[in-house]
């Protein structure tokens, strides 16, 4: 990040409210949150002023389906799992300066039906007919939990949304072999009138916002496939039965989580900055006082934060350079599968955080988060208190690769263990007495 001293605006650490449909594990730890919360505290000990924001994503449609799964009012789910998230960041001492419980919060849902208003300019009247799909067993629209398949990108396993394989984005038409995760029936089409965000309507701010940021190397491949085969059109709202329910006028449509989530970092934030916005100019005025903006988050949110989020910010008016970089990481993995609440493979934060200090947690989890590849938490490696060979072996090997090249980290990962013939032979990759060809 850039040096706080020679600059004077506000700079801005945001992290992805966490879906609570379950609770927080170690591998989302490892991810943005306690990252994000190292790097706001490190700019604010180096004297940057730092506004600091997460929430929870209760409109998620992830939320109904998990209560429905588990046979449970979907309120009670809510606030047991929400509660639990609340208390696994306070253990793990990650704090936040905003945070934002929408279930929580009126003014902020009649905030975001405002200002969706205000940017699609009466979307009622400006709707699109637009293609959908339902469940032709129970009616349901199938978006995000709603549709699962194989990505029409990579033919990887997805559901509606972005694809958690090759960051591309997924609907319910672009799936193959989609079908609904409700009744597991084949979809139909259906027409209906939506307001539709069209990224190509965004191309040349998009493309500004992405040339003056910093982007791990995934961000860069996801954005030259899209300057390539076109940018997307992303419904904003869908006829559907959880999320913040937009005009009557719209006939019963929700608002897409992902859109409202845009619409939360534009106003929560710019509420913290100036108690007396209103209108969406309000908060676009009100940005204009954030001098950085830092997304930390995990890979597979990549086409959100990268793509979809700055396209909201374009269309109402914030300027492309406030975006000035995103923090991605990896998959962290348990025993050398992937963490995965929905399978219940996973260490959970309020047991490992109940159980050890936090602060060898964070430490643990500092040297051992999947940055810029996956790593892999094991019981043993923790309970030394450092990563085993193999993963300082395999993170040294990546540091000695072009994309994100760090031959210092690599040193140092490797003299502790010279004498292992596999760390020696790529110490002489450093030292110059190893060609490296493997010829």
Not at 64 to 73: D, I, Q, S, T
Not at 126 to 154: F, I, K, Q, S, W
Not at 331 to 358: C, E, M
Not at 359 to 376: C, H, I, K, N
Request: hydrophobic share 40%; charged share 25%.
């Amino acid at each position: 990040m850039t040096g706080p001293t020679t600059r004077r605006g506000k700079i801005v650490v945001t992290t992805p409210p966490p879906t609570p449909n379950g609770p927080l594990h170690v591998g989302h730890l490892s991810g943005p949150y306690v990252a994000a919360d190292i790097a706001a505290r490190a700019l604010r000990a180096a004297g940057a002023d730092v506004l600091t924001m997460t929430g929870l994503d209760g409109h998620q449609n992830y939320v109904l389906a998990k209560a429905e799964a588990l046979g449970r009012p979907v309120d009670e789910t809510l606030r047991d799992y929400s509660g639990q998230i609340r208390t696994a960041l306070a253990k793990a001492r990650v704090e936040y300066d905003v945070f934002l419980d929408p279930a929580e919060d009126a003014d902020y849902r009649d905030a975001v039906r405002r200002h969706v208003a205000e940017l699609f300019a009466d979307a009622g009247e400006n709707a699109e007919e637009t293609v959908l799909h339902r469940c032709p067993d129970c009616g349901r629209t199938m978006h995000h939990a709603y549709v699962a398949g194989l990505c029409g990108t990579c033919g990887a396993g997805a559901a509606g949304g972005a694809c958690e394989a090759c960051m591309a984005y997924n609907t319910s038409g672009t799936l193959r072999d989609a079908r609904s995760t409700c009744c597991d029936a084949v979809p139909e089409e259906f027409t209906a009138r939506v307001p539709v965000l069209r990224l190509e309507d965004h191309r040349d701010a998009l493309t500004r916002t992405w040339a003056m940021a910093e982007t791990h190397p995934r961000v860069t491949d996801l954005v030259r496939r899209l300057l390539a085969d076109g940018l997307p059109a992303v419904p904003v709202a869908y006829p559907s039965d959880w999320g913040i329910e937009l005009d009557v006028h719209l006939d019963g449509l929700r608002l897409d989580v992902w859109v409202e989530m845009a619409f939360g970092y534009l106003y929560k934030i710019a509420k913290a900055l100036d108690p007396s916005v209103h209108t969406l100019a309000d908060c676009v005025e009100a940005w204009n006082g954030v001098d950085e903006l830092w997304h930390f988050h995990g890979v597979d949110n990549t086409f959100y934060y990268s793509v979809l989020i700055p396209a909201v910010f374009a269309a109402a008016g914030v300027k492309p350079g406030v975006l000035r970089g995103l923090a991605v990481n990896e998959f962290y993995r348990l025993d050398g599968l992937k963490f995965s609440t929905s399978r219940n493979h996973a260490v959970w934060a309020l047991d490992i955080l109940d159980d050890q200090d936090p602060g060898d947690v964070r430490l643990f989890l500092a040297q051992d988060r999947p940055d810029r590849y996956e790593s892999d938490f094991t019981h043993d490696a923790f309970k030394t208190g450092a990563p085993s060979a193999e993963a300082d072996l395999e993170r040294a090997r990546c540091a000695l690769r072009p994309s994100g090249f760090d031959p210092a980290l690599a040193t140092r990962l490797l003299l502790p263990m010279r004498e292992d013939p596999r760390a020696a032979e790529l110490l002489a990759l450093i030292t110059g007495t190893s060609s490296g060809d493997a010829s």
